[in-house]
């Protein structure tokens, strides 16, 4: 099983649409989880960290459940410039706070 | 402005030669990572380093050489080793208790 696990996709929705992506870790002592966005080509820049609590960012909100060992991220009133890969990181492996990415979720977002 | 430096942006190599790739930071993290990137694929760890002097393997390290003789730079080399290089190389930084890691533009090298 890997590490780290996300639906490729792609997602492919309308302008106005919600989507939600989730993203499964193996390791229970995981420390720190974080969604990253990609565009084709670019390097992976930070959206946002994922925490217990849940996290809200304008339209967008990230979610962790510990139990289950998953992470989600909702975006709500998708815009075209949502179009992009996103990238679920957890960080923790063998008490050190190595990134460890899964493949990424593509997202399009239509007129 | 602080930040992440990756170079050349661009590279180019023949079968059989070694090359380097640099990465340079000013944001004076302890903590630098190497990843791979194939096409539709995720980021794969190929080295990291948490201490100068000191780096560790990650997942693909076979065909790749780094060192860490500055806490600022991390130079990853792609050795004749490497069956099958051509890839995006991402390097990044982050603070040891990994709040948030920052990447270079990347480095996209092609063997021709």
């Known amino acids: 099983r890997k590490e780290v696990e996300q639906d490729p996709g792609p997602f492919n929705v309308p302008e106005g649409a919600t989507v939600a992506f989730n993203c499964t870790y193996s390791?229970?002592?995981?420390?720190?989880f974080f969604w990253y966005r990609q565009d084709c080509r670019k390097e992976p820049k930070l959206l946002m960290s994922?925490?217990?609590s849940g996290n809200e960012d304008g339209r967008f909100t990230a979610q962790l459940n510990r139990a289950s060992q998953y992470i989600s991220l909702l975006i709500r009133d998708s815009k075209l410039s949502d179009s992009a890969t996103y990238l679920c990181?957890?960080?923790?492996?063998?008490?050190?706070?190595?990134?460890?990415f899964g493949r990424g979720t593509s997202l399009i977002v239509h007129p | 402005d602080g930040g992440i430096t990756q170079s050349p942006k661009y590279l180019f190599r023949k079968e059989g030669q070694n090359v380097t790739l640099s990465c340079e930071q000013n944001?004076?993290?302890?903590?630098m990572y190497w990843y791979r990137q194939d096409p539709g694929q995720g980021l794969r760890l190929i080295y990291y380093?948490?201490?100068?002097?000191?780096?560790q393997k990650g997942d693909i390290a076979e065909g790749y050489s780094v060192s860490r003789e500055k806490k600022e730079s991390f130079p990853l080399t792609v050795t004749s080793a490497q069956k099958n290089p051509t890839a995006f190389y991402l390097c990044?930084?982050?603070?040891?208790?990994?709040?948030?890691?920052?990447f270079g533009q990347g480095t996209r090298l092609t063997v021709v």
């Open positions: 990044a930084s982050s603070t040891l208790q990994g709040i948030e890691a920052f």
């Open positions: 390791n229970s002592a995981s420390q720190s």
């Open positions: 994922v925490y217990s």
């Open positions: 990181v957890v960080n923790g492996r063998g008490g050190s706070y190595i990134p460890t």
């Open positions: 944001l004076n993290h302890d903590a």
């Open positions: 380093s948490q201490i100068v002097n000191d780096f």
